[in-house]
């Protein structure tokens, strides 16, 4: 359809804002993470059950408490989350209703707490005395975690009203199918997107340079670069399913980013059952792709990732003194080493080490794999090299949230495989980037580590990593973790 024809139809309303939106003009302030809203949350509510359980015990018995006062709060604190989860009460619509979360926490606790009490029933602990300090128990964890969701409603109100809880969202298509997804989602679901702009292929005549208040930013051969350096969240294809060439294609360069892709469906004649579909206000989508964690998973993996490292921190911190002490004493120069790798997202990051090589002869691009009886390496860096023990200081960028415990390792930005870059090497290399990377990883505990001087190790390497992504839960993460000290020992290609 020409150009001036479409522009006839547009709204007035659409007119009056004729001029293209530049890309984040219509972000007033700083983005609020969702996974971020809910790991605060569910930190919150763990702080608070133990808190009253705590409290509610020392008000209602004399004297400290006991082993088994202990073992009810831990199962009441994992309880009342689990529950929680399970309702899906921890989204983002979800915590935004203040009587949805008054029922939800009033339910998850009864349950968790009745819980405790019946086990202590079966196991023939007198409960008597433990019925009183329920239901003080009850009652405050419910009042106090309440009044942290009165106030969390507030926020969620103000910052979606100011579009910082927007996903950030572009749309591949033209023409007048994607001005009415736009005008549709322009009524009903604005608060939940922002809209960055448009990318066709097809040329001004065909597809406007403009669609409504959006202004087209590029082909689709631009599309992965931006979608990386705005950090988008969601794509919405908004092409005829006819045009399924076009959507292949379009499906195979996306795949490799941490973003959810979406077909919109407003006015296909392919019509199936409401669950099928996901709606943005009441515009039906059909998903594709979908990050590989989701919002939830992430914020448990970010509470999991702090707390195990700022423990970490403080267990190994005489052996970091040591480690440190012997770099510093072994040669002359900094203790610490610190290269650009690649992080979430393909974004670098500064990934912290022991200093393992002469001061002059560090290698901070990695441009030179390290090998066996390498003569850079220092007589200690061989040994903390060989154990992996340069590797502790990335507990602060743990802390940090650049990397996690565990996930992909961190590549060096210009490492090589019989003197290839990786992601020439292996097809799809930048899907592990879908998430954090991380200190240690399924690919390290199968015996992948270290030196990777051959395409094999490389491709091995990164098969583990796709392997871990798309079967990722708490449990993986442990048992990496539980496997990783014997890795250390009995993997012979770390030099």
């Known amino acids: ?29 700083r ?35 006991g082993p088994s006062a202990l073992i009810a709060i831990a199962a009441v604190t994992a309880g009342v989350p689990a529950v929680l989860k399970s309702r899906w009460a921890y989204t983002i619509p979800a915590l935004s209703s203040p009587a949805q979360q008054l029922a939800e926490l009033a339910l998850a606790l009864f349950v968790a707490i009745s819980a405790v009490i019946v086990v202590n029933v079966v196991a023939g602990v007198a409960v008597a005395p433990m019925r009183g300090w329920a239901l003080h128990w009850f009652l405050f964890a419910l009042a106090a975690c309440m009044t942290q969701r ?9 910052w979606s009203k100011a579009g910082r ?32 702009g448009i990318f066709d292929d097809r040329d001004k005549y065909r597809s406007p340079e403009q669609v409504g208040r959006y202004a087209k930013l590029g082909k689709f051969e631009d599309l992965e670069a931006f979608c990386r350096e705005q950090r988008v969240d969601l794509l919405i294809i908004a092409l005829p399913t006819v045009a399924e060439e076009r959507i292949l294609h379009i499906l195979k360069m996306l795949w490799v980013l941490p973003i959810d892709v979406r077909i919109a469906a407003l006015g296909s004649k392919l019509k199936l059952r409401a669950r ?57 120069g900094p203790i610490f080493f610190r290269q650009k790798r690649y992080g979430f997202n393909n974004e670098p990051i500064g990934v912290y080490k022991f200093r393992s090589m002469y001061v002059d002869q560090c290698d901070a691009t990695a441009t030179r794999l390290v090998t066996k009886g390498d003569p850079r390496v220092t007589k200690v860096g061989a040994f903390i090299r060989k154990t992996s023990l340069d590797e502790l200081p990335q507990l602060i960028n743990v802390l940090k949230g650049e990397l996690s415990l565990v996930g992909p390792r961190p590549h060096a930005m210009q490492a090589k495989a019989e003197g290839r870059i990786y992601d020439e090497v292996v097809e799809g290399y930048f899907a592990r980037h879908k998430v954090k990377p991380g200190i240690t990883g399924w690919a390290q505990v199968n015996g992948w580590r270290g030196e990777t001087d051959t395409l094999e190790k490389i491709e091995q390497r990164v098969a583990h990593d796709i392997y871990y992504i798309e079967n990722w839960s708490t449990w993986l993460d442990l048992k990496i973790l539980a496997m990783t000290p014997l890795s250390l020992v009995t993997t012979k290609n770390a030099y």
């Open 1 to 29: 359809m020409p150009a001036a024809t479409y522009s006839t139809q547009q709204t007035a309303a659409s007119r009056e804002n004729a001029q293209p939106r530049p890309v984040g003009s219509e972000k007033p302030g």
């Open 150 to 158: 009165l106030v969390l409603v507030r926020l969620l109100a103000n």
């Open 276 to 332: 099928a579909y996901n709606y943005i206000g009441d515009v039906p989508f059909l998903p594709v792709f979908d990050k590989p964690m989701s919002d939830w998973s992430v914020a448990v993996k970010s509470i999991e990732d702090r707390v195990l490292a700022a423990v970490g921190l403080l267990v190994l911190s005489p052996l970091l003194a040591l480690v440190a002490l012997a770099v510093k004493l072994d040669s002359k």
């Open 31 to 65: 983005l609020i993470s969702q996974p971020t809203v809910i790991a605060t949350t569910l930190a919150a509510d763990v702080a608070t059950i133990v808190a009253t359980g705590a409290l509610s015990f020392a008000l209602w018995y004399e004297g400290g408490a």
């Open 165 to 196: 809880m927007a996903r950030r969202t572009v749309i591949v298509g033209g023409g007048k199918p994607t001005f009415d997804l736009i005008e549709r989602l322009d009524r009903t679901g604005s608060g939940a997107i922002q809209i960055l």
